[in-house]
């Protein structure tokens, strides 16, 4: 079966741009989550979204934001970009809890 | 504060060698964990998970072994393979259903 898809891959943009980035779970999946990986954080949880519902966020501004749709796919948003935002964004997606926590292979961001 | 860690970030392994990658936790509650593989350039690959009511756990050249008194998890690698380089994660489930993962340990395997 199709695993996560994220889409762009690559993107470049300068700053104070906005940005918007797409991820389809696995079939069946319902629950899809956001993170920000950068060489010196690591893995960071940005939010999680369950049947349309934002169900955890983690800790970043309010210029992040996300939403998702009833076939289950996500979107997140970035305003104002800044250049401390270029990393790569990961999705994942599982059913309902964590099993099989499933990621896409994300979105290279690079804010100039 | 609780955290998942890693003993090592990184790890040099003659190929054919088995490999041991160790991950710390702190959260006594944490009743699922998993393994993730991540190359260059990609997104995380799940590579084997375990249940907090199972001590080990086997997959193709790949055991997980969880020590709940001492807050332990380990992945083995057996044979390991250049194909096997990567940065490797463990994570693990909170009751929160929060997923918080470690640091990462970077596994390079000499031919």
């Known amino acids: 079966k199709a695993g996560v898809t994220q889409t762009p891959r690559y993107l470049i943009k300068t700053r104070g741009q906005q940005v918007t980035l797409s991820c389809s779970p696995i079939?069946?999946?319902?629950?899809v989550s956001w993170y920000q990986q950068t060489p010196g954080q690591g893995l960071q949880f940005l939010f999680e979204?369950?049947?349309?519902?934002?169900?955890n966020k983690g800790n970043f501004p309010g210029r992040f934001s996300g939403r998702q749709f009833s076939n289950s796919r996500s979107e997140m948003n970035v305003s104002t970009l800044e250049l401390g935002d270029s990393a790569l964004y990961l999705c994942?997606?599982?059913?309902?809890?964590?099993?099989?926590?499933?990621f896409g292979s994300g979105t290279r961001l690079t804010v100039v | 504060g609780e955290s998942v860690g890693l003993h090592l970030p990184t790890l040099s392994v003659q190929e054919g060698d088995n490999s041991i990658i160790n991950c710390a936790y702190s959260?006594?509650?944490?009743?699922?964990f998993i393994w993730y593989k991540q190359e260059s350039g990609k997104g995380p690959q799940f590579i084997i998970d375990i249940r907090s009511n199972m001590d080990k756990r086997q997959g193709q050249r790949v055991t997980v072994l969880l020590n709940k008194t001492v807050k332990h998890l380990s992945l083995q690698i057996a044979a390991t393979q250049p194909g096997d380089s990567a940065v490797y994660f463990c994570?693990?489930?909170?009751?929160?259903?929060?997923?918080?993962f470690g640091a990462g340990t970077r596994l390079t395997v000499k031919p």
């Open positions: 994942a997606s599982s059913l309902v809890g964590r099993d099989g926590y499933t």
């Open positions: 979204y369950f049947s349309e519902t934002q169900r």
């Open positions: 959260n006594s509650a944490s009743d699922y």
């Open positions: 079939s069946g999946h319902r629950s």
């Open positions: 994570a693990e489930n909170l009751e929160n259903n929060d997923m918080r």
